[in-house]
């Protein structure tokens, strides 16, 4: 069943979106909810190019207030980041972690992350069919 589905990439620009209502748009493309021949079963989603991730809309006070923490299992090994300090040195991982939490979480998880292509700024090598 892998060697029939037909794959395409789709172009998401995230300059002044909202974080939450970009990753709900990526992950229907990732999943292949956007397809006629959708099952929840089969892995058939497309290929989802990000763009310009360090530029999407943030309101209210959520660079300071949004923490994201990280915890390595040992002792003392939890460790915060503001989205102001994410921000500048991993943007793409905002955008990623966005859409991580809107997979479903199950085997497919794993496999459908790995079509998410995000970039800091406009330039990618890839050839786009459809645009968002």
Do not use: C
Not at 34 to 48: L, M, S
Not at 70 to 75: A, D, L
């Amino acid at each position: 069943m892998a060697n029939q589905i037909n794959r395409k990439y789709h172009l998401f620009d995230a300059e002044d979106k909202s974080p939450g209502r970009l990753a709900t748009e990526i992950a229907t493309v990732l999943r292949g909810k956007n397809k006629v021949d959708f099952a929840p079963h089969i892995d058939g989603g497309d290929f989802a190019v990000v763009v310009n991730s360090d530029k999407f809309r943030i309101t209210g006070n959520k660079m300071e207030g949004k923490l994201y923490h990280r915890f390595s299992g040992y002792p003392g090994g939890i460790s915060t980041k503001t989205l102001k300090d994410r921000m500048e040195s991993e943007s793409e991982k905002v955008i990623r972690d966005a859409v991580w939490g809107m997979l479903p979480k199950n085997k497919l998880r794993d496999r459908m992350i790995k079509r998410l292509l995000v970039y800091k700024d406009d330039k990618h090598e890839h050839k786009i069919e459809i645009n968002h």
